[in-house]
């Protein structure tokens, strides 16, 4: 039989429940509190979280400036989440795009239900839209680590509302839009079901929670940023260190904390998947982290708290895709081979594509989620320890196919590359013609805190 769906859980395929259903149960006040408190972590991991961790590789006179575009584009990115991010994101439409039935949240308050991971479990949707929205926020926040210290920050907020809107959304529906699992009946209602689903969920690509929505989305993105943007000035030439290791460390701490719930709420539900996705999360960063270190050590003679950091951060990427799928031994082989590839990824990788990406995105998390993904289709096997795909009509583990599964994860990296590259170039010259990407070498070399925002992060 036909692969119907994916497994237990993806950051969120999700949608109301159907009008058919009858006597709809009550949603579990303690699935709707973890998700709340999941929804506020992944915040947390944005903001100061990613702010930090970002403003600490900048040089001094760009602080500020990383910290306003990250907090500024969270804040745009969430209101038009509400505006018509979700409903274009999560309701039924065609393969690529829903509909604007929810415009403004119409139809969603209190009362109004979502489907979960499982048949019969409802929570508050208005819950799932907080927490969506934050998922949408950090990702366009993400981007703009790639062009840092040299782009026009109101190009900054006109390129995100188009990538949200043309790459964002469409790979959040793809990946995860489906007609929630009491669709599934039986078989006929499951081709059904399916038929109206996101096109790469219908081709049963595996995505917990985002390694093609959001790193590899975001980072393609980043890349084209860093050579449509163009080099700092000096770059290659002068020594551009971080100005504070010390907030970098506090923001890949943060990152890891949020990280949790940005994996483990992905499951929709307080229950054992959930904790195998927390477990996962923990053990693959700390692989990476510990990876990353040797490596640098046995190459470069010296283990470096960045390259801890940076390790941590490759690690919470590469098992975003695979943390609900895959067991504990493999989450640490992911980790382990997270830490030494995103390595590469910054050095021989970065100097192979020969631009300037300010903070290591395309690295870090387009490796790191390319690696993911795929590393996914491997180790979600139950003979390697993963939980296989879930076969909602036989209500069991579906048989798995680690060649075949590769195979369709690969089809949803390159899906995620090309849509969001052709999306960015396009985004990246229409802010060009509008306002202009970069701001002038004079505002460039006094620093973008003082000419773009008029404050600087120090006093002294």
Not at 256 to 268: I, M, Q, R, T, V
Not at 336 to 359: F, M, R, Y
Not at 374 to 398: C, H, I, K, Q
């Amino acid at each position: 039989m036909k692969k119907l769906l994916l497994t237990l859980g993806t950051a969120g395929a999700l949608l109301a429940l159907p009008a058919w259903a009858q006597d709809a149960p009550v949603p579990n006040k303690g699935d709707d509190a973890f998700l709340m408190i999941c929804a506020a972590f992944v915040i947390l991991m944005s903001i100061p979280g990613l702010a930090l961790f970002y403003g600490g590789l900048v040089r001094k006179k760009n602080m500020l400036s990383v910290l306003m575009q990250v907090f500024s584009v969270f804040s745009l990115i969430s209101v038009l989440w509400m505006v018509y991010g979700y409903s274009l994101a999560f309701t039924e439409g065609n393969a690529f795009f829903g509909s604007l039935s929810k415009l403004f949240l119409n139809g969603v308050n209190d009362t109004s239900l979502a489907a979960t991971w499982s048949k019969a479990t409802p929570i508050h949707e208005v819950i799932y839209v907080v927490f969506q929205g934050a998922f949408a926020a950090i990702t366009c926040g993400l981007i703009v680590g790639a062009f840092a210290e040299r782009i026009k920050f109101s190009a900054v907020l006109l390129f995100s509302v188009i990538w949200f809107t043309f790459s964002y959304i469409p790979m959040a529906h793809m990946v995860w839009y489906w007609a929630g699992p009491d669709a599934y009946t039986d078989a006929d209602a499951a081709a059904a079901a399916t038929a109206t689903a996101g096109w790469l969920f219908q081709k049963g690509a595996l995505d917990f929670a985002g390694g093609t929505v959001v790193h590899i989305n975001a980072a393609v993105a980043g890349l084209v940023g860093a050579y449509m943007v163009g080099k700092r000035i000096g770059y290659g030439k002068e020594a551009m260190y971080p100005h504070s290791l010390t907030m970098t460390m506090i923001g890949a701490s943060l990152l890891w904390f949020g990280w949790f719930g940005f994996n483990a709420g992905s499951a929709l539900e307080a229950n054992g998947i959930a904790g195998l996705a927390f477990a996962n999360t923990w053990i693959a960063t700390a692989a990476a982290a510990t990876s990353w270190m040797a490596a640098e050590w046995i190459f470069k003679k010296h283990p470096s708290l960045l390259g801890a950091a940076s390790g941590a951060v490759a690690g919470l990427v590469a098992i975003t895709p695979a943390c609900g799928f895959v067991g504990v031994k493999g989450a640490l082989i992911i980790g382990l081979l997270a830490g030494v590839i995103c390595l590469w990824g910054v050095t021989g990788l970065k100097k192979l594509l020969g631009a300037d990406d300010s903070l290591d995105v395309f690295g870090v998390h387009g490796v790191g989620g390319i690696l993911g993904a795929l590393l996914t289709g491997v180790f979600a096997s139950p003979a390697l320890g993963g939980l296989s795909w879930w076969d909602y009509v036989a209500n069991g583990p579906g048989a798995f196919d680690i060649m075949g599964q590769v195979k369709v994860q690969a089809i949803s990296v390159v899906t995620a590359i090309v849509w969001s590259g052709v999306v960015s170039v396009i985004a990246f010259k229409l802010v060009d013609l509008v306002v202009g990407l970069r701001v002038s070498e004079e505002d460039e070399r006094i620093g973008l805190d003082v000419t773009s925002h008029g404050e600087r992060a120090y006093n002294d």
